[in-house]
Nanobody, 117 residues
Framework: QVQLVESGGGLVQPGGSLRLSCVAS????????MAWYRQTPGKQREVVAR???????EYNDFAEGRFTISRDNAKNTVYLQMNSLKPEDTAGYYC???????????WGQGTQVTVSS
């Protein structure tokens, strides 16, 4: 059973930056594609960025050029560096792990990001 624990959310002014972290336990990093999703009330959860075991990355259009996903397999941690934050980035941000061998997937509990002056 994989457990994902996010941290790093909070309140930030427009134009500011935050770095989210997600620590995974209970699995081998090389078996997992990791991703960050976000969700606001009344809307579907949407992918922000993905990173595979070789650190190849994909970004949603709104994240391209502002957000950076990375991973440290030795620490079983995936990061989301968010720069130039906008009020519309306000959301709950969720860590997601997909085991490419078993197709089992896991979610973290989420961390709230609020962008407001």
């Amino acid at each position: 059973q994989v457990q994902l624990v996010e941290s790093g959310g909070g309140l930030v002014q427009p134009g500011g930056s935050l770095r989210l972290s997600c620590v995974a336990s209970g699995g081998s990093s090389s078996d997992y594609v990791m991703a960050w999703y976000r969700q606001t009330p009344g809307k579907q959860r949407e992918v922000v960025a993905r990173i595979d075991s070789r650190s190849r990355t994909e970004y949603n259009d709104f994240a391209e050029g502002r957000f950076t996903i990375s991973r440290d397999n030795a620490k079983n941690t995936v990061y989301l560096q968010m720069n130039s934050l906008k009020p519309e980035d306000t959301a709950g941000y969720y860590c997601y792990a997909l085991n490419v061998r078993t197709s089992l997937s896991y979610w973290g509990q989420g961390t709230q990001v609020t962008v407001s002056s």
